[in-house]
C-alpha cells in the first residue's frame, strides 16, 4: 500500500455509522491494487447530521466516488446534483460517483447487486412473476430494479408495521414511472391465504426482510409447505451464510436457492464499476473477503 499511494492517487470513500466492521476497504483496495488503479478507499464515521458537511469535504477533495451505508443513504440522495432512474425511485443512495468538475450522480446498486446475484446462478427475472417478502431498504431497492429489468409481476407482502406505507409507495411510484410493469400490489403477509396462492402461481420467492438473519435464524418468513419445486427461492439474509429458508429450499428441490452473499458482492462490483469503469476481480474478493 505505502508504495502505491503517490501524489495523484485519488480517494474513494464510505460513509455511515457504524462503519468500523465494514468489509468494503479491503474489498475496494484489494481491487484498485489488482488492476493497477491509482485510488485508495477509506472508510469514515458520519454521523446522519453531519452528511452535508461530509459531501461538502468531498467535493473540495475532489473524492473519486464514495458510498453510502446507513444512516446516510436517504440524506445523500437529497444533497446530490443528479440521481439514476433507481437511485430516484427508491430515493436513496449507496454510491456516488463524483465527475472532474465536481458533478455528483448518485446511484443505488442493491438490486443491481441482487439481480446479479441470481443470474450468477442461473435466475433470469425478465418475463417471471415475483413474491417479494419486505418493504425496508433492501427490499425497496429490488422492487424497483427488477421492475426496471423487466420483471412481469411482482407480488409485495409484508407485516402491516411501519414499514407497511413505504411499500404503499413503493407500488404506486413503480406503477407510475414503470409503464412495462403489468402487475404490481401489496398485501398483509398474514394473509395466508393471499400468500398462499400469489406463491404457489410464481417462479420466484424474494425474501427481503430481517426474518432469518441473527438473532432470528429460525423464523422462516413464510410456512414451508409454500416452497414447491418449480420455485426459484432467494435471501438477503448473509448472517447466518444459509439461513433457514434457503436451507429448506435445498431440502425440497426448489429450482434455486441462492443465499445474500452474493447480492453484498456483486452491489460492490456494480459500485466499482461505475467508480473505475473496470469490472472488480469478484471471484477473488468473493473468495478473500466473502467466505
Ligand atoms: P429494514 O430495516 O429497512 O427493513 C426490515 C424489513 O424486515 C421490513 O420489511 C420489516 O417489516 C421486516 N421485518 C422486521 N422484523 C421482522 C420479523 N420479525 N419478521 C418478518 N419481517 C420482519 O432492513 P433492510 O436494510 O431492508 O435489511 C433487511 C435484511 O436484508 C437484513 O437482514 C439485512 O442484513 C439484509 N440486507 C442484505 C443485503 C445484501 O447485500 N445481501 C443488503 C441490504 C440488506
Redesign the pocket.
Known sequence: MERRINGHTRLYALIGSPVGHSGSPAMYNYSFEKLGIDAAYLAFDIPLEKTKDAIEAFRTLNVGGFNIT?PNKTATARLVDRLSPAAELVGACNTVVVEEDGTMTGHIT?GI??IRNLKEHGVDIKGKKLVL????????AIAVQAALDGAAEIAIF??K????AN?ERTVEKIKKTVPSMKKIYIED?DDERKLGDAIAGSDLLIN??????SP?EN?L?VPVEFLHKELAVAD????PRETLLIKKAKELGCKAAVG??G??LW?GAAAFELFTGKEMPAQEVMELFFS
Not at 419486505?134 to 427490499?139: M, V
Not at 427481503?208 to 438473519?213: D, F, I, S
Open positions: 446507513m442493491d447487486g441482487f417478502l419486505g418493504t425496508g431498504g433492501a427490499a425497496t409484508n407485516r408495521d411501519e414499514f407497511y411499500g403477509i427481503a426482510t430481517r426474518a432469518g438473519m432470528l423464523v418468513p438477503v439474509v448473509y448472517n445474500g452473499i447480492m453484498l452491489q
